[in-house]
Protein backbone atom coordinates (compact mmCIF):
# COMPACT_ATOMS: atom_id res chain seq x y z
CA UNK A 1 0.00 0.00 0.00
CA UNK A 2 1.10 3.75 -0.67
CA UNK A 3 3.03 4.74 2.08
CA UNK A 4 1.33 7.95 3.60
CA UNK A 5 2.95 11.65 4.05
CA UNK A 6 2.39 14.82 5.25
CA UNK A 7 1.52 17.56 2.63
CA UNK A 8 4.60 19.42 2.63
CA UNK A 9 5.40 22.62 0.66
CA UNK A 10 8.08 24.88 -0.87
CA UNK A 11 9.02 28.40 -2.01
CA UNK A 12 6.71 29.38 -4.42
CA UNK A 13 9.30 30.73 -6.89
CA UNK A 14 6.41 32.24 -9.20
CA UNK A 15 5.77 34.63 -6.80
CA UNK A 16 9.07 35.70 -5.37
CA UNK A 17 10.36 35.92 -9.01
CA UNK A 18 6.90 37.82 -10.23
CA UNK A 19 7.34 40.37 -7.24
CA UNK A 20 11.42 40.81 -7.87
CA UNK A 21 9.99 41.24 -11.64
CA UNK A 22 7.92 44.08 -11.09
CA UNK A 23 9.73 45.87 -8.55
CA UNK A 24 13.39 45.69 -11.01
CA UNK A 25 11.26 46.84 -13.83
CA UNK A 26 9.36 49.57 -11.91
CA UNK A 27 13.42 50.70 -10.30
CA UNK A 28 14.89 49.86 -13.26
CA UNK A 29 13.19 52.09 -15.65
CA UNK A 30 13.30 55.32 -12.92
CA UNK A 31 16.95 54.93 -13.40
CA UNK A 32 16.75 54.67 -17.01
CA UNK A 33 14.76 58.16 -16.31
CA UNK A 34 17.51 59.66 -14.80
CA UNK A 35 16.15 58.79 -11.21
CA UNK A 36 17.15 57.58 -8.64
CA UNK A 37 16.50 55.29 -5.16
CA UNK A 38 15.65 58.03 -3.13
CA UNK A 39 13.21 59.51 -4.94
CA UNK A 40 10.83 56.84 -4.23
CA UNK A 41 12.36 56.28 -0.56
CA UNK A 42 10.13 58.20 1.19
CA UNK A 43 9.39 56.64 4.58
CA UNK A 44 6.86 58.82 5.40
CA UNK A 45 4.79 57.92 2.70
CA UNK A 46 4.84 54.01 3.15
CA UNK A 47 3.69 54.69 6.67
CA UNK A 48 0.63 56.74 5.54
CA UNK A 49 -0.30 53.78 2.90
CA UNK A 50 0.02 50.60 4.60
CA UNK A 51 -1.13 51.96 8.33
CA UNK A 52 -4.56 53.19 6.11
CA UNK A 53 -4.84 50.47 4.10
CA UNK A 54 -4.57 48.35 7.16
CA UNK A 55 -7.02 50.67 9.27
CA UNK A 56 -9.52 50.48 6.30
CA UNK A 57 -9.56 46.77 6.28
CA UNK A 58 -9.87 46.23 9.83
CA UNK A 59 -12.85 48.54 9.31
CA UNK A 60 -14.39 46.58 6.31
CA UNK A 61 -13.70 43.09 7.42
CA UNK A 62 -14.41 40.71 10.90
CA UNK A 63 -11.27 39.71 12.70
CA UNK A 64 -12.21 36.28 12.50
CA UNK A 65 -11.82 36.97 8.38
CA UNK A 66 -8.42 38.82 9.40
CA UNK A 67 -6.95 36.19 11.33
CA UNK A 68 -7.97 33.68 8.34
CA UNK A 69 -6.36 35.68 5.57
CA UNK A 70 -3.16 36.30 7.78
CA UNK A 71 -2.89 32.28 7.98
CA UNK A 72 -3.45 31.92 4.68
CA UNK A 73 -0.28 34.61 3.21
CA UNK A 74 2.17 31.39 3.78
CA UNK A 75 0.29 29.44 0.93
CA UNK A 76 1.00 32.35 -1.00
CA UNK A 77 4.78 32.90 -0.33
CA UNK A 78 4.77 28.46 -0.27
CA UNK A 79 3.66 25.79 -2.55
CA UNK A 80 2.09 23.04 -1.63
CA UNK A 81 3.35 19.67 -3.22
CA UNK A 82 -0.21 18.20 -3.80
CA UNK A 83 0.67 15.15 -5.86
CA UNK A 84 -2.26 13.90 -7.35
CA UNK A 85 -0.08 10.74 -9.02
CA UNK A 86 0.84 10.01 -5.07
CA UNK A 87 -3.11 10.27 -4.16
CA UNK A 88 -4.54 8.01 -7.03
CA UNK A 89 -1.70 5.05 -6.15
CA UNK A 90 -3.05 5.68 -2.80
CA UNK A 91 -6.27 5.29 -3.42
CA UNK A 92 -6.03 2.41 -5.82
CA UNK A 93 -4.09 0.68 -2.93
CA UNK A 94 -7.52 1.19 -0.53
CA UNK A 95 -9.63 -0.60 -3.23
CA UNK A 96 -7.94 -3.63 -3.75
CA UNK A 97 -7.64 -4.18 -0.40
CA UNK A 98 -11.34 -3.45 0.37
CA UNK A 99 -12.22 -5.49 -2.57
CA UNK A 100 -9.74 -8.76 -1.08
CA UNK A 101 -10.98 -8.02 2.54
CA UNK A 102 -14.05 -6.27 2.90
CA UNK A 103 -14.76 -2.50 3.37
CA UNK A 104 -14.04 -2.89 7.42
CA UNK A 105 -10.19 -4.03 6.50
CA UNK A 106 -10.04 -0.13 5.48
CA UNK A 107 -10.47 0.77 9.39
CA UNK A 108 -7.06 1.16 10.19
CA UNK A 109 -6.01 2.62 7.35
CA UNK A 110 -8.48 5.36 8.36
CA UNK A 111 -7.32 5.87 11.78
CA UNK A 112 -3.67 6.53 10.40
CA UNK A 113 -4.79 8.64 7.69
CA UNK A 114 -2.69 11.86 7.36
CA UNK A 115 -5.23 13.32 4.87
CA UNK A 116 -8.03 15.05 7.47
CA UNK A 117 -10.48 14.91 4.37
CA UNK A 118 -9.90 11.56 3.23
CA UNK A 119 -9.53 10.10 6.67
CA UNK A 120 -13.16 11.70 7.36
CA UNK A 121 -14.49 10.05 4.24
CA UNK A 122 -12.84 6.37 5.15
CA UNK A 123 -14.23 6.57 8.62
CA UNK A 124 -17.62 7.91 7.30
CA UNK A 125 -17.45 4.75 5.14
CA UNK A 126 -15.88 2.10 7.44
CA UNK A 127 -19.22 2.77 9.89
CA UNK A 128 -21.22 2.15 7.04
CA UNK A 129 -22.80 5.72 6.43
CA UNK A 130 -25.20 5.64 3.87
CA UNK A 131 -23.86 6.49 0.22
CA UNK A 132 -25.79 9.53 -0.78
CA UNK A 133 -25.28 10.62 3.14
CA UNK A 134 -21.25 10.78 2.44
CA UNK A 135 -21.51 12.36 -0.06
CA UNK A 136 -23.50 15.35 0.89
CA UNK A 137 -21.82 15.59 3.94
CA UNK A 138 -18.19 15.24 2.07
CA UNK A 139 -19.28 17.78 -0.79
CA UNK A 140 -20.36 20.20 2.19
CA UNK A 141 -16.82 19.80 3.82
CA UNK A 142 -15.47 20.85 0.01
CA UNK A 143 -18.27 24.03 -0.31
CA UNK A 144 -17.11 25.05 3.25
CA UNK A 145 -13.75 25.15 1.96
CA UNK A 146 -14.07 27.10 -0.64
CA UNK A 147 -15.91 29.56 1.15
CA UNK A 148 -13.47 29.96 4.05
CA UNK A 149 -10.73 30.67 0.75
CA UNK A 150 -13.50 32.99 -0.77
CA UNK A 151 -13.19 35.22 2.26
CA UNK A 152 -9.51 34.81 2.88
CA UNK A 153 -8.77 35.71 -0.54
CA UNK A 154 -11.57 38.84 -0.65
CA UNK A 155 -9.45 40.34 2.72
CA UNK A 156 -6.82 40.98 0.58
CA UNK A 157 -8.92 42.28 -2.48
CA UNK A 158 -10.38 44.86 0.28
CA UNK A 159 -6.74 45.82 0.97
CA UNK A 160 -5.84 46.58 -2.95
CA UNK A 161 -9.44 48.06 -3.48
CA UNK A 162 -8.05 50.71 -0.25
CA UNK A 163 -4.17 51.32 -0.95
CA UNK A 164 -4.84 53.50 -4.36
CA UNK A 165 -7.17 55.72 -2.60
CA UNK A 166 -4.81 55.93 0.71
CA UNK A 167 -2.00 56.93 -1.09
CA UNK A 168 -3.81 59.84 -3.16
CA UNK A 169 -5.08 60.88 0.12
CA UNK A 170 -0.99 60.68 1.28
CA UNK A 171 -0.47 62.45 -1.62
CA UNK A 172 -2.87 65.43 -1.09
CA UNK A 173 -1.18 65.21 2.78
CA UNK A 174 2.11 66.20 1.20
CA UNK A 175 0.39 68.84 -1.15
CA UNK A 176 -1.12 70.57 1.89
CA UNK A 177 2.68 70.74 3.38
CA UNK A 178 3.81 72.08 0.29
CA UNK A 179 1.63 75.09 -0.23
CA UNK A 180 2.52 76.37 3.50
CA UNK A 181 6.10 77.26 1.47
CA UNK A 182 5.05 78.58 -1.71
CA UNK A 183 7.95 81.45 -0.66
CA UNK A 184 10.73 79.29 -2.20
CA UNK A 185 9.81 77.95 -5.22
CA UNK A 186 12.63 74.84 -5.55
CA UNK A 187 11.38 73.63 -2.39
CA UNK A 188 8.12 73.31 -3.91
CA UNK A 189 9.02 71.97 -7.19
CA UNK A 190 10.92 68.82 -4.88
CA UNK A 191 7.46 68.76 -2.79
CA UNK A 192 5.05 67.88 -5.04
CA UNK A 193 7.67 65.30 -6.02
CA UNK A 194 7.80 63.47 -2.64
CA UNK A 195 4.51 64.40 -2.31
CA UNK A 196 3.58 61.56 -5.20
CA UNK A 197 5.72 58.74 -3.95
CA UNK A 198 2.78 58.35 -1.58
CA UNK A 199 0.95 57.56 -4.77
CA UNK A 200 3.28 55.47 -6.33
CA UNK A 201 3.41 53.10 -2.77
CA UNK A 202 -0.67 52.50 -3.24
CA UNK A 203 -0.94 51.58 -6.23
CA UNK A 204 2.08 49.70 -6.82
CA UNK A 205 0.99 47.42 -3.38
CA UNK A 206 -2.25 46.98 -4.74
CA UNK A 207 -1.12 45.86 -8.02
CA UNK A 208 2.09 44.03 -7.16
CA UNK A 209 1.16 42.43 -3.50
CA UNK A 210 -2.90 42.84 -2.48
CA UNK A 211 -4.70 41.89 -5.98
CA UNK A 212 -1.90 39.03 -6.97
CA UNK A 213 -2.06 37.28 -3.11
CA UNK A 214 -6.40 37.21 -3.65
CA UNK A 215 -5.81 35.27 -6.91
CA UNK A 216 -2.83 33.68 -5.47
CA UNK A 217 -5.14 32.27 -2.63
CA UNK A 218 -8.30 31.34 -5.32
CA UNK A 219 -5.88 29.25 -7.75
CA UNK A 220 -4.45 27.26 -4.61
CA UNK A 221 -7.99 26.63 -3.13
CA UNK A 222 -9.21 25.76 -6.72
CA UNK A 223 -6.28 22.74 -6.87
CA UNK A 224 -7.34 21.84 -3.05
CA UNK A 225 -11.34 21.61 -4.19
CA UNK A 226 -10.32 19.53 -7.33
CA UNK A 227 -7.92 16.77 -5.18
CA UNK A 228 -10.83 16.48 -2.57
CA UNK A 229 -13.29 16.15 -5.51
CA UNK A 230 -11.23 13.12 -6.68
CA UNK A 231 -10.66 12.01 -3.05
CA UNK A 232 -14.40 11.52 -2.81
CA UNK A 233 -15.30 9.93 -6.30
CA UNK A 234 -12.16 7.77 -5.47
CA UNK A 235 -14.11 6.88 -1.94
CA UNK A 236 -17.29 6.80 -3.53
CA UNK A 237 -16.08 3.96 -6.05
CA UNK A 238 -14.70 2.01 -3.33
CA UNK A 239 -17.71 2.07 -1.96
CA UNK A 240 -19.91 0.99 -4.50
CA UNK A 241 -17.38 -1.89 -5.14
CA UNK A 242 -16.07 -0.85 -8.37
CA UNK A 243 -13.06 -2.64 -9.77
CA UNK A 244 -10.05 -1.04 -9.07
CA UNK A 245 -8.63 -0.43 -12.84
CA UNK A 246 -11.83 1.37 -13.63
CA UNK A 247 -11.95 3.27 -10.81
CA UNK A 248 -7.97 4.54 -11.68
CA UNK A 249 -9.28 5.37 -15.17
CA UNK A 250 -11.73 7.29 -13.65
CA UNK A 251 -9.32 9.32 -11.23
CA UNK A 252 -6.60 9.15 -14.06
CA UNK A 253 -8.31 12.31 -15.37
CA UNK A 254 -7.59 14.49 -12.21
CA UNK A 255 -3.84 13.55 -12.85
CA UNK A 256 -3.65 14.92 -16.44
CA UNK A 257 -0.97 17.15 -16.72
CA UNK A 258 -2.45 21.01 -18.60
CA UNK A 259 -1.36 21.14 -22.12
CA UNK A 260 -0.89 17.63 -23.21
CA UNK A 261 -3.01 14.53 -23.75
CA UNK A 262 -1.19 12.27 -21.35
CA UNK A 263 -2.73 11.19 -17.78
CA UNK A 264 -0.45 11.67 -15.51
CA UNK A 265 -0.58 8.33 -13.13
CA UNK A 266 -2.38 5.70 -15.46
CA UNK A 267 0.22 6.02 -18.26
CA UNK A 268 -2.18 6.14 -20.51
CA UNK A 269 -2.81 8.42 -23.33
CA UNK A 270 -6.16 10.49 -23.56
CA UNK A 271 -8.60 9.53 -25.88
CA UNK A 272 -9.27 12.44 -28.29
CA UNK A 273 -13.12 14.05 -28.12
CA UNK A 274 -15.32 12.54 -31.32
CA UNK A 275 -14.75 14.29 -34.44
CA UNK A 276 -11.64 15.93 -33.16
CA UNK A 277 -9.09 13.92 -35.78
CA UNK A 278 -11.20 15.18 -38.60
Known amino acids: MAENKKTSSKLDLATVGGIVLALAGMIGGLLLEGGTIKDIGQFTAGIIVLSGTLGAVLVTTPMRNLQ ?19 LLEKMIAYAQKARRSGLVSLETAADQEDDLFLKK ?60 HLENIEDVGRG ?10 GVASANILFLPAAGKIKARAHRETELKE ?9 VEGVNPKLIRAKLGAYCQEPGNGKQGASGEEKVPAFGAGD
Do not use: C, N, W
Request: zero cysteines.
Open 192 to 201: IAVAFVATVY
Open 121 to 180: ALSLAVDGTDLHELRSMMELDIELAERRAEKDAKVFETAGGYAPTIGIIGAVMGLIQVMK
Open 68 to 86: GAGRRLGSVLFEPELAPDD
Open 230 to 238: MTLDGVVGI
